[in-house]
């Protein structure tokens, strides 16, 4: 088996040469779990809300900074801009602790922050939280709106993992995996480790997690495009 993510969708794209075929290749067994980011700004932002932030960076086009910390952060950051008619400049980090540090320190002033990493920062004053990736509000933190209701319509965004089997895999070893995988999201105690660090549960059938891939990877192909952005 492998652990497909969001990434996999991506590198589709980003690569020329990427060397496998994520939908030819691989037999989907079930999606697992997602993560939303948070839209983050540093305190001294002059934004509260989401509109608030479009209007701000539609005024200084070019001149807020926001950080990313790979490939999904920054491109969930170029849908945004794209679907909001906003222009911010990319400062890329190798990793997401140096990008926790550059919003906190006031390096850049936007970032969309993995929800378990923003939510401490946002509780203690030091990042101000203006909107959830996903398309709907998350039982952690149900005073975030998603930033689709904020002034994005249409805008969802999460990182995805599930899990895939070599293309060929026999149908009944399939059907077993993706029964056993589901089973195992659903234990109390399984779903309270996840929520611990803002994940939710999801379990699929393998035709619905094929499904989500391929439409993945067509959405974030021009994102990816409209971007410019490459891997080689």
Aim: hydrophobic residues 40%; glycine residues 6%.
């Amino acid at each position: 088996m492998f652990y497909a993510s969001l990434s996999h969708s991506l590198n589709a794209t980003l690569y020329k040469k990427l060397g496998y075929d994520l939908v030819k290749d691989f037999a989907p067994i079930a999606l697992l779990i997602s993560n939303p980011y948070i839209l983050t700004v540093h305190p001294s932002v002059p934004a509260r809300s989401v509109k608030e932030l479009i209007a701000l960076a539609r005024a200084r086009p070019g001149q807020l900074n926001y950080a990313s910390s790979g490939s999904t952060s920054h491109l969930a950051v170029e849908l945004f801009s794209n679907m909001a008619a906003l222009k911010m400049n990319h400062v890329p980090y190798k990793s997401g602790a140096p990008a926790a540090v550059a919003i906190i320190s006031g390096q850049v002033e936007v970032a969309f922050t993995s929800a378990s990493a923003a939510m401490p920062h946002i509780k203690s004053g030091r990042l101000r939280g203006l909107g959830i990736s996903c398309a709907a509000r998350s039982p952690q933190a149900p005073e975030l709106p998603t930033i689709s209701e904020a002034g994005v319509p249409g805008y969802d965004v999460s990182t995805w993992h599930g899990l895939v089997a070599p293309a060929g895999t026999p149908r009944e070893i399939i059907t077993r995996l993706n029964t056993e995988s589901v089973a195992l999201l659903k234990l109390p105690d399984v779903q309270e480790r996840y929520r611990a660090v803002d994940s939710d549960t999801l379990g699929s059938t393998p035709e619905q997690f094929g499904a989500h891939i391929r439409s993945e990877i067509q959405k974030w192909a021009k994102v990816v495009k409209d971007s410019g952005a490459i891997a080689d």
